[in-house]
């Protein structure tokens, strides 16, 4: 693989320290104790470097590797951590300090927080094991080191030194973008690149998967490509936990896509309510599973306000369980259904189209050439978050689509920025509060703005309006 | 003729401007020959004339240059204890400059939203800066307001304008406006206005906006399907045939694409549902979800999952009216 077709992730992820991103001082600690086995064996065997993804944890390890002159045996979740498993993968490796060729050798041991308590049966209990009898250093990496919801890595926790890395700063991920962006020789707008360091929240390597998103095989890039963004799904392995939740009959199943989906839990709540009316297509089970979410989001909001992070476990009962569970009358999928329907609004016969489920979702087959009609479904079709396939000749509409309200939120936020400014000139000439301005008065001024140009211009000059207010106003 | 927004254009400027609440109106007036005022506390219904009242009141005692003498805060804008603690205070603690009148007034419009310990703060700085700055509060109920501020204040009730004061008023700005408005429309206005002036009038300038010829009750239900309540009329509407996923669309268009506050929505629920033809035993019944949800809201839910309960919750409500 070339350079320019490898994933920018992976193009411009650090080889050295100095490349490093943030976490400066995370990665000093970490050196320190890996130097400290130079003389001997020292008091703590492991390190336990944790923090939210994409800040660079692996990264750091490999680098710092690197420079020591360490090889790395990596164990991450692609692997069984059985104990099983990892006493033949690891076995006695951990009282051989050097390769044949003469290096020093360190175990990592990745990902963490995707150990399960049942595939990976006794794998934290055997990593606890290696690292009491390691006479090399073992390095731990999880998102968290205390999970709010079980308590799996006590016995790591107390045999290890632990190094926090934080999220990487904005003006950081900014820096880092521009960099990037000088190097590949592109032309990206000062807003888009900070547009996406705001909305890193700290993770970097996400950041640069955006980036490519909007900037892949482009010379130029402005406000107007990020559109797509966020609908771009990040994650692609949450459809299919989401579809063993939806599909549970215990709730102990449906709760596993808590683990499972490697979201935070915020996110899947949203993906759960984004999709549920797919899913219960039963008025009644749709109202107790839709029940079922605002309970959760009831304890949720408990468990902020009183600190006590046990109630969550509750909300994600509710969540999970009580929307899987709710599930009694409903067809299916309901999305054949709502296909068909869709078609058959556009005034075609049936016969025109095959509609047919697929393991990625619905398939939607024109059965003859569409000519000019192909626009009108194409916008009918998309509306329902279908997206044409040019080389399959189709539409897919795939079974879970992701959270809207997020991209609808971030498509609008200029819109909504000028309804603020436009809000407190309003409150201030009206005399009234600025949330009354949004609620009855601006709904009205846009009835004048789009009908009468007349009053429209005489309610501009007497508010002190600016042009780009004036066209708000008029769409 | 212009003007910018007949609200304001029309808004009375003198207490002898006042067409209603003539007897609030009387006591004002001798404040002002008095030269002198008590703290104030305005109660009533929304566009009922209470904040006029006290904007004019101000130009009678300061003339025209009242504008300095003055200071309006709204309570649901300047959140936060601190901030009102600095204004009001950096406010109210300069002495008034005005030769006969010795004090400066500041005016707190929806008091009723000021927290408690906001509103302890507030009546501290009450006592403290009495000698230079009197208070005018203004809300919807006075209920809400602490005992030791309401024992501070002469209280003042305003009573919602009466149906014929009403349409007195609106008809006589259509005819300066030259608005040919005729009685079905007038009735659709005050239907849609509830009491509240200031609602009426912006309503009425919108209809004239679109309609240039008669403006009767047809024009003025087309305004109000393209402003907010008449979307969540649509919203309630979706939610009672099941329409699950149309209703969704239309609660993310209101909260999102116009920015509405979600207790604005819950309000303009709450008086939809009042008016649905559905059985008296389901308005009681939404009305106890409803009060669910908004005392949930408070705690810090998420506003469109818990309304998006309340829709799917409609469908019951629709299912058994067709049986």
Redesign the interface.
Known sequence: MTEENQPWTARFRPKTLVELVGNERAVRQLETWVRSWEKGVPKQRAVFLYGPPGVGKTVSVLALANKLGYDVMEVNSSDYRTRKNLDSLIGRSIHQRFTITGRRRMILFDELEGVSGREDYGGIGAIAGIIKATEIPVVLIATSIRERWEDKFRPLRDISLHIKYNPVPFSQILMRLKVIVEELGISVDEEVLELLADLSEGDLRSTINDLEAVARGKTRVTMEDTQNLAQRDRKDYTPDALAKMFSAKTLRDARRVVSSAHISYDDLYNWI?ENL?IVLDN??D??E???A??RA??HQ??A??TQSYRLLKYMFNEMTGGVALARRNSEGLGLVKMARQKIAEQGFPPRDFTITETPDGVMIKPNRYLKNDWRRVNEAVRSMGAVWVRRGGCWNLPYFRSP??VW??RR?WQ??RR??SLAARV?E???????EA????I??????FE??PF??G??A???GLEDGEVKWLKT | MSGGMWAEKYRPQTLDDMVNQSEIISRLKNFVKDRNLPHLLFVGPAGVGKTTSILALARDLYGPAYRSYILELNASDERGINVIREKVKNFARTASIASQVSFKILVMDEADSLTNAAQHALRRTMEIYTRTCRFCLIGKYSEIIIDPIQSRCSIFRFAPLSERDMKGWIRSIAKKEGVSLIEEGLVAIYEAAQGDLRKATNLLQAAAATQKDEVDDIVIYSVLGRVSPGKVRELLNMGLKGEFMEARKILRTLLIDEGLAADDIIRMIYSEIMRLSIPERWKVKLSDTLGEIDYRLTQGARPEIQLSALVANLALAGEEMDR
């Open positions: 309510y009316p008025p009644l749709l109202v599973g839709m029940n979410l605002a989001d009831i909001t408990r902020r306000r809207q309200q609808r939120y609008t819109s909504r309804r603020r409150a000439k009206c005399h009234v509060s600025s949330h949004v609620a009855e008065v709904p009205l001024l846009k009835v004048i009908e009468d009053m429209a005489d309610i000059g007497w508010l």
